[in-house]
């Protein structure tokens, strides 16, 4: 009996397999991933490899006892086939699983606000990365522990969490939290809550969406600090104002009157010169007209005139100030205070006061407008010094919070508790028949300090001595 | 002559057909996944007409049987050889 | 003129005019105002509060307020030292001094001011410059009649 035609294919069929039979050896040597679908592909190819040397040996005649192996092997083809299928399938599926999860798990980790989870006691259990990098923690630092060890209201966040969690309130609305940095800072968050639910309705933990709401806090402050700036601003303004107008009015009633007197007296000029009598009585009227009512009249029209001039001068001055660019700078106050007091030296010698200069650290600013500030306040000691004692003028400092406050000390007549505020008002002179100024120049150092961002403090007793503190900031 | 046994292969084979057919779009994402399947669909051809070769067409019907043997198992090989090659290997 | 006012005295020409005013021109003003009107009562001036004061609760080492003169005081309310309005507030509490007629002087008739000296009790005030009728309106006001009454009647001073 010769081989039926047919063997050649099994032949065929079974070189293939073995062919693929050593394929898989070799990739099962370097695969360490798709060991399962390696192990099924190799039973499918080894059976099937089986089952080609069966048919070769039954179709080439040589024996025909190995239908009962032949049909088990046969039988097993379409199992491996299934188990191949399967194989791959599974790992498709988790891979693609695992993707999903990836890109949710991407999504949560890196959104633009803070998530966390919490289980039924208020410990975190999830949290992501945007918020663990809002607080500075790392995530080994915050799983598990309750979440309101990290905010600043712990009580509050504490029962509120509780309530949520009994189903006792719900969740939703938004909250505004302050949260406790890893740092020690403080950062403000907006917090909205929702419940997780598992699928018996039980309440299994709550999920948070945390919002950094750090800007729009500090932009409501900056808000109200500025309305708060403007308001004293425009009170300040209303103030100079009414000041101003009511020190303009006064010499102006002195023209207005004092121009009416000088036209009664040119009256009088003109009916004693009217008159044809030529008596020692009209003489003696046109003497005091001429001699005294108007020149005395003309005197306080002219005084009164210069007044509002310098008035206005003095106002002009002021706004100046508000306009002039500012040069700051880090300024030695050693070298600028020696500049003030050699500036002043003929004042200070003639008052016959001693000012002692100690040393003093530098500040930040504008250089003539500092100088302007020293040498106002240290002409105004120079002013009200006592005359039964020697002036005593003394300059030092003190840092205080991040500023240096610079004192000028005096021993002068010092000024009562209820001037102390006026004297910075615009044109507020304390004894303006004794002492000549505008009463511009505590108006001006205040201007001054308020644009450098510093201030100007008095504490005085009369008899004693005034001491003017100057804030501003340092270096 | 059909023998119990042939029936029983092509039940199973009918079986993973189905199972290849409903899942036929996550099946793509495996390695050369159209050799693998035309190699099935081949194997499948020789398990029907081993049955129909009890039934008609005795000679015909064989040599379909074993060529599809043949080809079916180079088709396997072939995607044994793509599906598991390494980086290194595939270009 | 009404002369149904309840407290209507005549000032004898014994009464002392005070003046408390700062600015030495608006003082010349009111007392050549107040004479040329033939007003020949005595003026005292006080350059700012703290003197005023000083008089009138008998203190310090200027003048002196004499327990039986009559007063009128023209009170400006800008000085120095202390103001006008203190002044007012500090004669007003006083139990003895409150009886004095007093009339403000201001520069404009700003309401915020005006209302405080309604409430400190005086309800009369004069705007410079200072016009002979308003001062004798003020004065009419109080209830006060200066000797020389029939003055407001030849008006042809201002």
Redesign the interface.
């Known amino acids: 009996m010769h081989p039926h035609p047919?063997v050649i294919?099994?032949i065929?069929?079974f070189l293939?397999?073995l062919?693929?039979l050593v394929?898989?050896c070799k990739?099962?040597i370097?695969?360490k991933q798709?060991r399962t679908q390696?192990l099924f592909?190799g039973l499918?190819?080894f059976t099937?490899l089986c089952y080609?040397f069966c048919?070769i040996l039954e179709?080439s005649r040589v024996t025909s006892r190995l239908d009962i192996l032949e049909?088990?092997i046969?039988?097993l083809?379409?199992?491996w086939?299934?188990f191949?299928?399967?194989a791959?399938?599974k790992e498709?599926?988790e891979?693609?699983l695992r993707e999903s999860e990836a890109r949710l798990y991407e999504l949560f980790d890196e959104a633009p606000i803070g998530y966390h989870e919490l289980d039924t006691e208020g410990r975190i259990t999830h949290i992501n990365k945007t918020e663990l990098k809002m607080l500075g923690y790392k995530y080994e630092e915050m799983l598990g522990r309750p979440v309101w060890e990290f905010v600043i209201e712990e009580e509050t966040s504490r029962q509120a969490v509780i309530d949520k969690l009994s189903g006792a309130i719900p969740p939703g609305q938004a909250l505004e939290r302050t949260l406790r940095q890893k740092n020690g800072n403080t950062l403000p968050v907006l917090c909205e809550d929702r419940l997780l639910h598992d699928d018996f309705g039980n309440i299994t933990g709550i999920r948070s969406t945390i919002q950094n709401i750090s800007k729009r806090k500090q932009a409501e402050y900056d808000r109200e600090q500025l309305m708060e700036t403007l308001a004293s601003k425009n009170k300040e303004l209303e103030s100079i104002l009414?000041v101003t107008?009511?020190d303009l009015?006064?010499?102006l009633?002195?023209i207005?009157?004092?121009s009416h007197?000088l036209s009664l007296s040119c009256e009088q000029v003109r009916s004693a010169l009217r008159d044809r009598k030529k008596s020692a009585d009209t003489d003696e009227k046109l003497q005091t007209a001429l001699n005294k009512d108007i020149p005395?009249a003309l005197g306080?029209i002219t005084?009164?005139a210069s007044r509002m001039e310098s008035l206005l001068s003095g106002l002009l001055r002021l706004s100046r100030l508000g306009t002039a660019a500012l040069n700051i700078e880090s300024l030695d106050m050693n070298t600028l205070l020696a500049d003030v007091t050699k500036s002043t030296e003929y004042q200070i010698k003639q008052a016959g006061a001693t000012v002692k200069v100690e040393p003093l650290p530098p500040c930040r600013g504008d250089s003539s407008q500092i100088n302007q500030v020293f040498t106002n306040i240290l002409n105004n000691a120079l002013k009200y010094l006592d005359d039964t004692r020697p002036g005593m003028i003394r300059v030092y400092a003190k840092a205080e919070y991040g500023r240096n406050v610079y004192c000028v000390e005096d021993n002068g007549v010092g000024i009562a508790p209820d001037h102390k505020e006026k004297i910075f008002e615009i044109f507020y002179?304390?004894?303006?028949?004794k002492k000549h100024g505008e009463g511009l120049g505590l108006t001006i150092v205040k201007h001054i300090l308020e644009r450098h961002n510093g201030n100007i403090r008095v504490e005085s007793k009369p008899g004693v001595g005034s001491k003017f503190f100057i804030s501003l900031p340092s270096v | 002559m059909i023998h119990e046994n042939e029936v029983i292969m092509l039940l199973l084979g009918v079986g993973v057909l189905i199972f290849i057919l409903t899942s036929r779009l996550r099946l793509k994402q495996i390695p050369a996944s159209n050799i693998l399947t035309a190699a099935f669909y081949i194997a499948f051809a020789s398990w029907v007409s081993t049955v129909l070769e009890g039934l008609f067409l005795e000679g015909l019907f064989n040599y379909v049987e074993h060529i599809c043997y043949a080809v079916g198992s180079i088709l396997l090989a072939v995607w044994c050889r793509k599906a598991f090659a390494t980086k290194k290997e595939t270009a | 003129m009404k002369w149904g006012q309840v407290e209507r005295k005549r000032m004898n020409k014994e009464g002392v005019i005070l003046i408390a005013e700062d600015d030495e021109g608006h003082f010349e003003l009111i007392k050549r105002t107040l004479q040329r009107a033939g007003v020949c009562n005595e003026i005292l001036r006080f350059a700012d509060g703290q003197e005023t004061l000083d008089f009138l609760f008998i203190k310090g080492d200027g003048l002196k307020r004499e327990p039986n003169r009559e007063y009128l005081l023209l009170l400006d309310i800008r000085m120095p030292k202390i103001d006008g309005i203190e002044v007012l507030e500090k004669i007003k509490q006083d139990p003895n001094l409150k009886k004095i007629p007093v009339v403000m002087l201001t520069t404009t008739d700003d309401p915020v001011t005006i209302e405080r000296c309604h409430d400190l009790g005086c309800s009369v005030y004069i705007v410079k410059p200072v016009e002979y009728e308003d001062f004798t309106d003020a004065v009419h006001k109080i209830g006060l009649f200066l000797s020389v009454v029939e003055i407001p009647q030849v008006s042809g001073f201002k």
Not at chain 1, 429 to 433: A, I, N, V
């Open positions: 047919v294919f099994d065929i069929t293939a397999c062919t693929a394929f898989l990739s099962s370097h695969a798709h390696l592909s499918l190819v099937l080609s048919l179709w049909n088990f046969g039988v083809a379409p199992m086939w299934a191949v299928f399967y791959f399938l498709i599926t891979k693609n009414y107008s009511h009015r006064a010499p009633v002195n207005q009157g004092f007197e005395e306080f005084n009164s002179r304390l004894e303006p028949d």
